[in-house]
């Protein structure tokens, strides 16, 4: 028994002292931090309490962040699940060169986001970009995707579901392929249509899938800004300001580090909470077998 | 006869020391000097520093020269920070001019100006380019790859549109004028806008031009307050919305810094705005005649400087900072600055440096490099103030909007001074 314990607290250890260095101390340190000043040159941190959180309230750009985050977050999450469910099941099925197809799916993944934010960067250029010189093909003038506050965010929308899609699409297409072929024999002996079948059996036993889609998403959203370093820098006007490029601003441009900290706790509060409404709703409609 | 075998060996042994001794005190003397670099500009500007450290290397073998690229200006600022924050920063670091106000008030960097010499050596370097490291009546910057906004124009649009390719616009009627004139439209579409001022990422830097040649100023000498209320700073704005929304000859809402130089060299602007360290570039690459002329004057001509400074990290050792000086003093010796200056298009920043036969050659083969040095006298030191970065984004930002049409000039600007007060409130206590 001693020894068993002994032996397992030696196997953990490694995993325990990784997790505890890059995970735990640091959002540990954050919460600390985030309760100091910040030191700059000759003046130290000071202790000030709730001040840095009562700060956050005049920073009109982080109220901005949250929004853009918000309406990121609401439009990216569904529509890259629908769109990599649809992927799944047009791959699932019989058809010529579905290897090829399957394998163009998932390329997005596989690229770097730098480099997909670069290629993306090239395609939303007015004038000579991609689509600009689509849309001149219907006589349509110039648009300035990326520099116009009303079409920037949703086109930092369209690259996240485009670089995003893919990756779910393999989850959807394992949990496709594992279920078995009988239940669709039955469905066709009872005369359900393809809907109905999909509505009533696929989409729930689907749905442990979905719920591990749905927390990666979330936590997708709020963690890839990638592409908004390099395509926009939060431009124009703050407009694709994300809540976690706002963070990266005031603590590696402005060096507040000190109200850095304070708003990473507010974020890290954020992921919990969803997370936390995610496992209980979605959890309980979830059906495991 | 032990003895004497004894004293023998020793003092062999002693000779072989002395014999060795040089060489291995020089590996121990050898001071090494590191500093980081961005790269803003096109062209091969990694290719030319490694060329100048080995060079320098060559000359100066006791000193172990290191250069490491870093990224963008940005990049490198963050980089070189917190290297430095953490102990493991170098020594010296090429950063924008404008950092000077965070990197002082951080307390990172080092004074230039300590010995008479060095005093003597910061003095013949061009005003306009000391403007911005001179803070407390100390100098922390060393010029090296500045810059400044030209205009350059496409002198076949000009002779297309009927204008003299060999007369620029002077003045801001002119400008807007030309540029009416020069753009082309097929029914509803623009194929050649007449101007593009690139308003993304330095659209502080492109305005403050504008505010200088209406004659106001954006910021105190001292770095704690800023005027962008005033009416210079207002009809400075105006001018540059009006050339989009009444003047029809800009393109609307923003422009992209980096894709302006391409839309120039494809005849898709006959007039842009840019800094000087693109001259090589479009040089190379233009496959027309093209200008390079001084911006044009509204109450008087002006431009503000750019580019990055030389700094000196107070984590170098006494040992570090002499050869980090003599590696300075040396790469912006005048036949260095000229040939640097010849290799990238930034502007020699100083006036012997102008003297040389290199640049004498390049100036007579290629009149448009001396329109940057000569502008030089209107220029105005670059927009910089405490917590400069942030300062700049809040302004920044509200020019994206007045240009975007979302705001007026005017309620743009208040809300930009409102933030930027907010922002210097505690540097002005002293």
Do not use: C
């Amino acid at each position: 028994m001693q020894r068993q314990t002994a032996a397992a607290t030696a196997l953990i250890l490694p995993a325990f002292l990784m997790l505890l260095a890059f995970t735990h101390w640091p959002a540990v340190a954050t919460l600390i931090d985030s309760l100091y000043s910040t030191p700059r040159g000759s003046r130290p941190a000071v202790f000030v309490g709730a001040e840095n959180y009562s700060d956050l309230l005049d920073d009109p750009v982080l109220f901005k962040a949250l929004a853009n985050n918000f309406w990121y977050a609401l439009v990216t999450i569904p529509a890259s699940v629908a769109l990599s469910l649809l992927m799944a099941i047009s791959v699932n099925a019989q058809l010529p060169g579905r290897a090829l197809v399957r394998m163009a799916y998932f390329t997005p993944t596989i690229l770097p986001m730098i480099a997909v934010a670069n290629i993306w960067l090239f395609f939303f250029t007015p004038d000579y970009g991609l689509f600009d010189q689509f849309v001149g093909l219907f006589g349509l003038g110039r648009h300035n995707w990326l520099n116009d506050s009303d079409t920037a965010l949703p086109a930092m929308m369209v690259v996240a579901v485009w670089k995003e899609s893919g990756f779910f699409m393999i989850f959807y297409l394992a949990a496709l392929q594992s279920m078995p072929p009988d239940l669709a024999e039955v469905g066709r002996l009872e005369g359900a249509s393809r809907w109905m079948f999909f509505r009533r059996v696929t989409w729930p036993l689907l749905m442990p899938t979905t719920l591990f889609v749905v927390v990666n998403a979330v936590i997708n959203a709020f963690r890839t800004i990638d592409h908004v370093v390099v395509m926009t820098r939060g431009g124009p006007d703050n407009a694709t300001a994300l809540l976690l490029y706002h963070i990266y601003d005031v603590g590696f441009r402005f060096w507040d580090t000190a109200q850095a900290a304070t708003m990473t706790v507010l974020l890290v509060a954020i992921l919990a909470a969803l997370a936390f409404v995610q496992f209980v709703v979605l959890g309980r409609k979830a059906h495991y077998r | 006869m032990q003895m004497t075998r004894r004293v023998l060996l020793a003092s062999t042994a002693t000779g072989a020391a002395t014999l060795a001794m040089p060489t291995i005190s020089r590996a121990a003397d050898q001071t090494s000097v590191e500093f980081y670099f961005p790269v803003a500009i096109g062209g091969p500007v990694t290719k030319i520093m490694d060329g100048i450290v080995a060079d320098f290397t060559k000359e100066n073998p006791d000193i172990a020269l290191k250069a490491v690229y870093a990224g963008s200006y940005n990049d490198t600022l963050t980089k070189a920070v917190t290297a430095t924050k953490s102990g493991q920063g170098p020594q010296l670091a090429v950063l924008l001019s404008t950092d000077a106000y965070s990197l002082v008030d951080d307390d990172l960097v080092l004074p230039f100006d300590n010995t008479a010499e060095d005093k003597a050596w910061l003095g013949g370097f061009f005003p306009a380019f000391m403007a911005n490291g001179q803070i407390n009546d100390r100098v922390w910057g060393v010029p090296f790859q500045r810059s400044t906004i030209v205009l350059y124009y496409n002198k076949d649009a000009f002779k297309e549109a009927g204008l003299d390719p060999e007369k620029a616009p002077a003045t801001w009627e002119e400008h807007a004028a030309f540029a009416e004139k020069l753009t082309k439209r097929e029914g509803d579409r623009v194929t050649r806008w007449g101007i593009q001022i690139p308003g993304s990422g330095f659209s502080y830097w492109l305005l403050q031009a504008m505010v200088a040649e209406a004659g106001g100023t954006m910021m105190s000498d001292n770095g704690t307050k800023v005027h962008f209320t005033d009416p210079a700073m207002v009809s400075a704005l105006q001018y540059w919305v009006d050339l989009s929304a009444k003047h029809h000859a800009h393109p609307p809402g923003i422009v992209d810094w980096g894709t302006t130089p391409r839309d120039f060299l494809e005849g898709r602007a006959a007039m842009i705005w840019h800094t000087t360290g693109n001259l090589t570039n479009i040089k190379t690459n233009a496959k027309f005649p093209f200008g390079v002329a001084m911006l044009p004057a509204n109450k008087r001509r002006g431009s503000p400087t750019g580019g990055g400074n030389f700094y000196m990290f107070k984590s170098a050792s006494p040992a570090q900072r002499t050869a980090s000086l003599r590696f300075l003093k040396w790469v912006t010796s005048p036949e260095r600055a000229a040939a640097w200056g010849v290799a990238t298009g930034y502007v020699a920043t100083r006036p012997d440096a102008w003297a040389t036969q290199t640049m004498k050659d390049y100036v007579a083969g290629f009149p448009a490099a001396a329109v940057a040095r000569d502008q030089l006298a209107f220029a105005v030191p670059e927009f910089s103030t405490h917590d400069n970065q942030r300062v700049t984004q809040a302004l920044d930002d509200q020019l994206d909007a007045a240009m975007l049409g979302k705001k007026t000039p005017e309620a743009a600007l208040a809300e930009a001074q409102a933030a930027a007060e907010r922002i210097l409130k505690p540097f002005r206590r002293g």
